[in-house]
């Protein structure tokens, strides 16, 4: 009773309310949130802290950036939910909050733009800067195995290099990106390499133009890092994913070179194996932590993802 009257209390206010319906969204720093509501940090940050303290949002420190997203557990989670499924779509107030939402996620995904269409080329050699890709290369050729693929969905694809990895075995392969500079390398790379059966595509990993349960390995090297909504992302690759099929999620584990955000536009630093886990509840998925590779600073970690169904026969 007391954490219901606590979590109650925490959402009662009308600042509250519209910061729940805008985590629902993305998940979004007291920076963002700023922009967004008009309001001063400090007002913003005390509002944080009670709803944090109320069970209502989740907080996560990543080097200099805190985070904010609705709780994933818990009463207070369950409540937010039912708030941010009660709220009118068609609020005034929420629509001008929406669109000035949608301003902010815009700036994030323009910034990885610009930093892809300046570094395009050289893209394969900055990633070789922060991880040994040989090494990474041949743990995930280890872990997909021979067998045939069917469709190959590789989110992300930059210069193609999973698809040209893959794509031999692949009845089917493709690949999306936003940025035309990758996808323009990414074509180049897979006609000189006689990759027929291998396509790629303008597209946004958040909403991907594919029916449900299409892929039966849906590939993010390195990408989940320059996210708006990782959560996100995953959940639209539970939707495309087969029956029977796998996620294989690359990426760095946790780290703190602040530098990779202003350099080289990453939004996040790292990912936790606890962190990766509850995306894929979310998603009704169940991921693995398979393989972690060491490096200094940078550590890769390799997730297979699997709908939580299809796992759980497999066990049996």
Known sequence: MTDLLSALKGAAEATRLRILVLLARAELTVTELTQVLGQSQPRLSR???LMAEAGLIDRFREGAWVFHRPAAEGIGARLAAEVVALARAD?????RDFARLDSVLKARTQAAADYFAANAESWDRIRALHVAESEVEAALDRIVGPGRIDFLLDV??????????F???ALRGLGIDLSHEMLAIARARLEAAGLSQCQVRHGDLHGMALGDGVAD?????????FAADPQAAITE????????GRILLVDFLPHGLEELRDRHAHRRLGFSPREVAAWGRQAKLEFQLVETLTGDPL????WLGRHAAAASSERA
Do not use: C, N, W, Y
């Open 47 to 49: 509002h944080l802290k």
């Open 91 to 95: 609020d005034p107030v929420t629509q």
């Open 156 to 165: 992300g694809t930059g210069t193609g290099r999973m698809l040209e990895l």
């Open 167 to 169: 794509g031999g075995r």
């Open 217 to 225: 390995l849906v590939v993010f090297h390195q990408v989940l890092h």
């Open 237 to 244: 690759a539970a939707r495309v994913l087969s029956p029977g």
């Open 299 to 302: 550590s890769v970690g390799i």
